[in-house]
């Protein structure tokens, strides 16, 4: 049974830091991309950062680049986001996915979400 179970998330003043996790379970982690995505209230989902399967690139959206850092750990099937400097517009529910394409097909599984409030 595939799993992908975020931590991490909470209340935290603007300036702070949080450290999701996201614990995978039930496939070839070290196989796949991973992503971490948000989405606040009334807005679309939206990619946060990425990570290769090796760890050895990485990616972020405009909005986050230089606070947010993204990184895994293979022999834990782990994936972190470490979230710095944080602010109100970073309020949101976070999600992690795990992307593959292997031939003509793309495997794709999403955690539950954790909630990330930024606030005085």
């Known amino acids: 049974q595939v799993q992908l179970v975020e931590s991490g998330g909470g209340l935290v003043q603007p300036g702070g830091s949080l450290r999701l996790s996201c614990a995978a379970s039930g496939f070839a982690f070290r196989l796949y991309v991973l992503n971490w995505y948000r989405q606040a209230p009334g807005k679309e989902r939206e990619l946060v950062a990425t990570?290769?399967?090796?760890?050895?690139?990485?990616d972020y959206a405009d909005s986050v680049k230089g606070r947010f850092s993204i990184s895994r750990d293979n022999t834990k099937n782990t994936v972190y986001l470490q979230m710095n400097n944080m602010k109100p517009e970073d309020t949101a529910v976070y999600y992690c996915?795990?992307?593959?394409?292997?031939?003509?097909?793309?495997?794709?599984?999403w955690g539950q979400g954790t909630r990330v409030t930024v606030s005085s």
């Open positions: 996915n795990a992307d593959r394409v292997e031939w003509d097909r793309e495997f794709v599984y």
């Open positions: 990570i290769t399967s090796s760890g050895g690139s990485t």
